[in-house]
């Protein structure tokens, strides 16, 4: 057996299938961090014409229907390779050809102007939402896991486009995947190393206790973490999570257009600022289920002690 073994990956983690605007006709941006080679023919082996900086906006005028493999990067046991189409092209009025996979096409329609500035969150795999940021505003960390353990250490990925077809089905790939929770980037460094988080699981908690059955109550689930309950406009008993510290009291809501304040899960908690008070990152809705990253702030002047700062837009893309 080759010492290497070189498999074309495309990894399946929250993998959906779309249907999403063929680049056709439209505006696009590049997304490789060293730019983007604007070949004479759709080719590997064709001239170059002059290479597009990081993230430029170029017009595409259509597809080929040639397509390429080609190598992101290497990981510790094999190399990353990705499928791409190439497609005819204009930049500062030359024509030529790119490959699709470091294209990207933004769609703003569920994005919201407060989030995603200080801070980013982002889940390596397959995405169909636009969650593809400009890198170079940001350090980027990683969030590991391993049994009891949780540390953060600075980490390198890449933004790619899996199916040329498809305006936003971007590809989040990353070196080291192995105990990595998700991703964070922020304006301003952050404390490398072990971090303080919890493991505990609240949800379960509910699910095993009745007492969780009655409505309009209040229930604590540890660690200023609680539950409380009450009928809604149709009737319903509707769930409702926030944090107390102190006297201060933060609820917990999506703040999103489009979106539900129906609760998926708690992903995680833990100290991600290392500011003594514990940061959290909760999934909301079931079709539109975006994973929101709120961050303490103990010094801010109003009542919040909790603030959303990021999401990462996910959910079924059909």
Known sequence: M???????VILVFW??????????????QVIAESGLNLRSKPSLQSSVILKIPYYQSIHVYNKTGYRDTIQVFETDTYPIHVDGEWVKVSYQNKTGYV????????????????????????????????????????????????????????????FVNTIPEMYSNEQILIRERKDLKFIVGSKTPLTTGTISSKHENYFERIHMNEEYSFCDSTYTLGDGLFLKTEM?????????????????????????KHCSDFYSGLIWRGDLNNDGVDDFIWSFGD???PHILYMSCPESKSDEIMAPVAAFYTGYCC
Do not use: M
């Open 2 to 8: 080759a010492n290497k073994i070189i498999i074309l």
């Open 15 to 28: 993998s959906f299938v779309i249907t999403g605007q063929e680049l056709e006709n439209i505006r696009a």
């Open 99 to 158: 490959l699709s996979t470091y294209l990207n096409v933004p769609s703003k329609q569920f994005q919201d102007p407060n989030l995603n500035q200080d801070f980013i969150l982002l889940f390596p795999g397959v995405t169909c939402r636009d969650n593809i940021h400009k890198k170079i505003d940001h350090y980027w960390y990683g969030l590991y896991q391993n049994k009891d353990t949780c540390y953060l250490k600075p980490v390198n990925f890449e």
């Open 232 to 256: 809604n406009d149709r009737d319903q008993c509707q769930k409702n999570y926030f944090f107390k510290l102190d006297s201060k009291t933060y609820p917990f809501k999506c703040q999103i």
């Open 287 to 289: 079709k539109f289920s």
